[in-house]
């Protein structure tokens, strides 16, 4: 599916629509008002202002689309997480539960959101929109399908992985933004450990990134797929993608690696002092990350949406990804969660020796010719 | 000298596979025996229901019919859930019978086990909220069940009962007993004496009855209750013969036997109506101090069995601070 074309058509559509009522104006005022109108008209469906107005279309587009597949993702985790726990998960709402994670929606939209009165207003405020409006722009960045991603007139973002990641680092800020405004031990611990934490699984997550793009030879993650035609990189840079996957949880902050928010230390960590619909944004967000996580994985490892052309390369694309959420789910039910000098241990003194080595793999490979 | 150093006590080594893999690996093996399976561990509880077993301790039933209202459930109880309730039955007349209050009981199902009669029993039925604390406590009515199935019935067995009003003493049952079990006691002041049967001894063989002139002995059926008897012991010094403990007795236990020689003279020099004592045939008593609340004279106690026995029951009534 071209989403390019799919979202020129409907803003056409739009504008259209706009415009017939704009030009009705322009034809019943009579006068100079009436020809403002007319050229208002006309300055709507001009190339340039159209092509603005189709990329905002994408990305409305895109976001829905990955907001589905996160709605899905969380159904998935809770069905798994039963499965794995021996017990059945959401079953009343919806086929099979479905809709059970609207209904919580719903239930959070109904309950009373309170500041706390020590708390310092602006940051409080602002925290959840960074890290909210971060989450859900990484999700932007990720193209589907070869052609279902952001593109100019077909042309994809040049850049996008460095631009994703740049995005992904964004959060762990507003978490200890967040941490500090709401005046609480435990959410300003929360957030002393996010930043902590980000130290340690950073500068490996990075690394293995790294090597993929040397390997690729592009920024772009439709390149990066593209180059991926005849072999995964997860088989070359086996060591890289067990690294990518061990950072990408701890930057998602997902069990094991959830420091920040420790139900059984912090009470909620960071989001402790946020009520109603803000901590389901929270909820919901984190979820987000972990679509946008999983689908960078696939992205990047695991052949994108290649493969064989039964169905569709979109679904090819999205079932690697789940496939990758499949194994955080495993991970969430079995392991638990490890203490602040461990991930640092890990992160320092196992993974980036690992990454280290896996990006100098990537360089002889190329060197050598093979990619 | 590095080790010295840290006073730490060195944490124990976990590998890879022990932290990691072991884990991973046996919520996958749960994964699939659950997927196997098709089903969960768990019940989706308003559609389906467990199936309990019989022995569940739920909801009381009480059969009116069975129930003697000795009240030893209400007494038992450890968290003081259950009371009587006065109530007047068109069948049975006026009775009291036990309620309960599920806001506090336990479950432990004790009024259950020392119910003489087994007219209580324990459902598994578990629903049982309420809106409301008082619609916790459930009246005796509500709990009326008088066909009641036992599903594990106490240990019966048949002991003679003495009937004092009947007896006239003849030792008839004392002779024919196989294992001499029977003592002919005196009963203090009355003159009369009266068969002493030694349950622990007794081998139910029912000769006693047969032999009795008078049919003063009956084999009744009696249930073996886990918990300890206690019995009534009579200080005959203190008894006014008013007959509270006779009319508060479920079991029929207590006799009202006149003392002959402590009639009074009259003004007109009749005499008058001999004063009273109260007997007790301990063969059908199951316990419950009734007759030891009844009594606003002091004059009974309730002494655990075991210890009567020690102190030798016919030793009371030689006292004749005793028993009997």
């Not at chain 1, 002393?192 to 993650?221: C, D, K, N, T, W």
């Not at chain 1, 079932?319 to 194994?327: E, L, P």
């Not at chain 2, 806001?103 to 409301?132: H, K, W």
Request: hydrophobic letters at 45%; a neutral charge.
């Amino acid at each position: 599916m071209d989403l390019w074309s799919v979202s020129y058509d409907l803003t056409n559509l739009l504008v259209d629509i706009v415009n017939f009522f704009i030009y009705g104006l322009g034809w019943l005022i009579p006068g100079s008002i009436g020809e403002a109108f007319d050229s208002l008209g006309d300055w709507l469906a001009s190339p340039g202002v159209m092509r603005i107005f189709t990329i905002l279309m994408e990305i409305i587009l895109l976001i829905v689309v990955a907001l589905l597949n996160v709605v899905t993702l969380i159904w998935i985790e809770r069905k798994l997480l039963a499965r794995f726990w021996d017990f059945r998960g959401p079953f009343y709402v919806g086929p099979l539960g479905y809709f059970q994670n609207f209904a919580d929606g719903l239930k959070f939209f109904l309950k009373q959101i309170i500041t706390p009165i020590k708390a310092d207003k602006f940051s409080y405020f602002i925290a959840p929109v960074i890290f909210i409006g971060s989450s859900i722009l990484i999700l932007g960045t990720i193209p589907i399908g070869p052609e279902f991603g952001i593109t100019d007139e077909g042309t994809p973002v040049p850049g996008s992985v460095i631009l994703a990641f740049a995005i992904f680092a964004v959060a762990p800020f507003s978490i200890l933004v967040a941490g500090w405004a709401e005046n609480n031990k435990f959410t300003l611990i929360g957030g002393m450990r996010s930043a902590a934490q980000m130290m340690s699984y950073e500068i490996p997550l990075l690394l293995s990134v790294a090597s993929v793009i040397v390997l690729a030879g592009s920024f772009s993650f439709v390149d990066v797929v593209e180059a991926q035609a005849d072999m995964w990189y997860a088989v070359p840079l086996f060591i890289g993608f067990l690294v990518f996957l061990v950072c990408i949880v701890a930057e998602v902050e997902r069990i094991p690696f959830d420091l920040p928010e420790a139900e059984a230390e912090l009470v909620e960590g960071w989001t402790t002092e946020y009520s109603g619909m803000r901590f389901g944004f929270f909820m919901m967000t984190e979820y987000v990350r972990g679509y946008a996580g999983c689908a960078i994985a696939a992205a990047l490892f695991l052949g994108g949406w290649n493969g064989p052309a039964i169905i569709p390369d979109e679904f090819w694309f999205l079932i690697k990804a789940y496939m990758v959420f499949v194994i955080f789910v495993w991970i969430r039910a079995s392991l638990p969660r490890i203490r602040t000098d461990q991930i640092l241990d890990l992160g320092w003194k196992r993974l980036l020796p690992l990454a280290m080595l896996n990006l100098v793999i990537a360089v002889v490979l190329k060197t050598l010719g093979v990619f | 000298m590095a080790d010295k150093i840290c006073d730490r006590p060195r944490r124990e080594k976990v590998s890879f596979t022990g932290m990691v893999l072991k884990p991973m690996l046996t919520t996958l093996t749960q994964f699939v025996r659950c997927s196997l399976r098709g089903r969960p561990n768990t019940i989706l509880y308003p559609r389906e229901r467990q199936v309990l077993p019989p022995r569940y301790r739920g909801k009381h039933l009480l059969s009116f019919t069975k129930c003697i209202g000795c009240g030893q459930c209400v007494d038992i109880c450890p968290n003081d859930c259950m009371w009587m309730k006065k109530i007047v039955d068109p069948e049975l007349g006026k009775i009291e019978r036990p309620g309960v209050d599920y806001a506090r009981c336990l479950f432990c199902g004790f009024c259950v086990e020392i119910c003489p009669t087994d007219a209580l029993i324990m459902t598994s039925e578990y629903e049982l909220s309420s809106y409301d604390r008082e619609g916790m406590a459930f009246e005796p009515e509500s709990l009326r069940k008088d066909d009641i199935v036992v599903h594990e019935p106490k240990q019966s067995i048949k002991v003679p009962a003495v009937d004092f009003d009947k007896c006239t003493g003849k030792e008839q049952c004392a002779k024919v007993c196989p294992v001499q079990c029977i003592r002919m006691v005196d009963v203090d002041k009355t003159g009369k004496r009266m068969p002493v049967i030694d349950l622990t001894i007794c081998t139910q063989c029912g000769k006693c009855a047969e032999v009795c002139p008078e049919k003063a002995i009956e084999m009744r059926e009696k249930l073996v209750v886990m918990f300890e008897r206690p019995l009534p012991v009579l200080e005959l010094e203190k008894c006014t013969g008013c007959g509270a403990c006779f009319r508060a007795c479920p079991s029929q236990v207590i006799y009202m036997a006149e003392m002959p020689g402590t009639e009074k003279t009259l003004a007109g020099g009749k005499k008058g109506k001999p004063k009273k004592r109260a007997v007790f045939a301990l063969e059908k008593c199951v316990g419950c101090s009734r007759c030891a609340n009844a009594c606003r004279f002091d004059a009974l106690s309730m002494v655990p069995e075991s210890k009567l026995t020690s102190a030798g029951k016919g030793d009371a009534g030689k006292k004749g601070a005793g028993k009997k």
